[in-house]
């Protein structure tokens, strides 16, 4: 019995040290109108990123890749609107900052935060 608690021990803190980690947050500040928009990014083993949010009842979705401190991306929004982002981040961390654009005008501010 305490084999069979010890093996269990190493097996759960061996895949434990392998997930996923837990989305990061991303907000985004209109700076015309100071609203706020969360949505999510999940990131891989890779530094393939995932981004997720909402703004103004449009979704917004992409990937990057940000292995290397700097990124550009573009979200694809539901229908036909797009979202142009460069992102500054600190990989170690999983924060940055940065600007991303809306239909050539909506201009927000960037933070992403564990």
Same mark, same amino acid.
């Given at each position: 019995?305490?084999?069979?608690?010890?093996?269990?021990?190493?097996? /759960? +803190?061996?895949?434990?040290?392998? @997930? !996923?980690?837990?989305?990061?947050?991303?907000? %985004? #500040?209109?700076?015309?109108?100071?609203?706020?928009?969360?949505?999510?990014?999940?990131?891989?083993?890779?530094?393939?990123?995932?981004?997720?949010?909402?703004?103004?009842?449009?979704?917004?979705?992409?990937?990057?890749? /940000? +292995?290397?401190?700097?990124?550009? @991306? !573009?979200?694809?929004?539901?229908?036909?609107? %797009? #979202?142009?982002?460069?992102?500054?981040?600190?990989?170690?961390?999983?924060?940055?900052?940065?600007?991303?654009?809306?239909?050539?005008?909506?201009?927000?501010?960037?933070?992403?935060?564990?």
């Amino acid at each position: 019995m305490t084999r069979t608690a010890a093996l269990l021990c190493v097996l /759960a +803190s061996t895949l434990m040290g392998c @997930a !996923t980690p837990p989305p990061a947050r991303l907000v %985004l #500040l209109n700076r015309a109108t100071g609203s706020q928009y969360a949505g999510t990014v999940v990131s891989n083993r890779e530094g393939l990123m995932t981004v997720s949010i909402e703004i103004n009842g449009i979704f917004f979705s992409g990937k990057f890749d /940000a +292995s290397n401190g700097n990124t550009v @991306a !573009t979200l694809v929004g539901s229908g036909s609107d %797009l #979202l142009q982002c460069v992102f500054h981040f600190d990989t170690n961390g999983r924060t940055g900052v940065g600007e991303c654009t809306q239909a050539g005008s909506r201009r927000f501010q960037v933070t992403l935060a564990d």
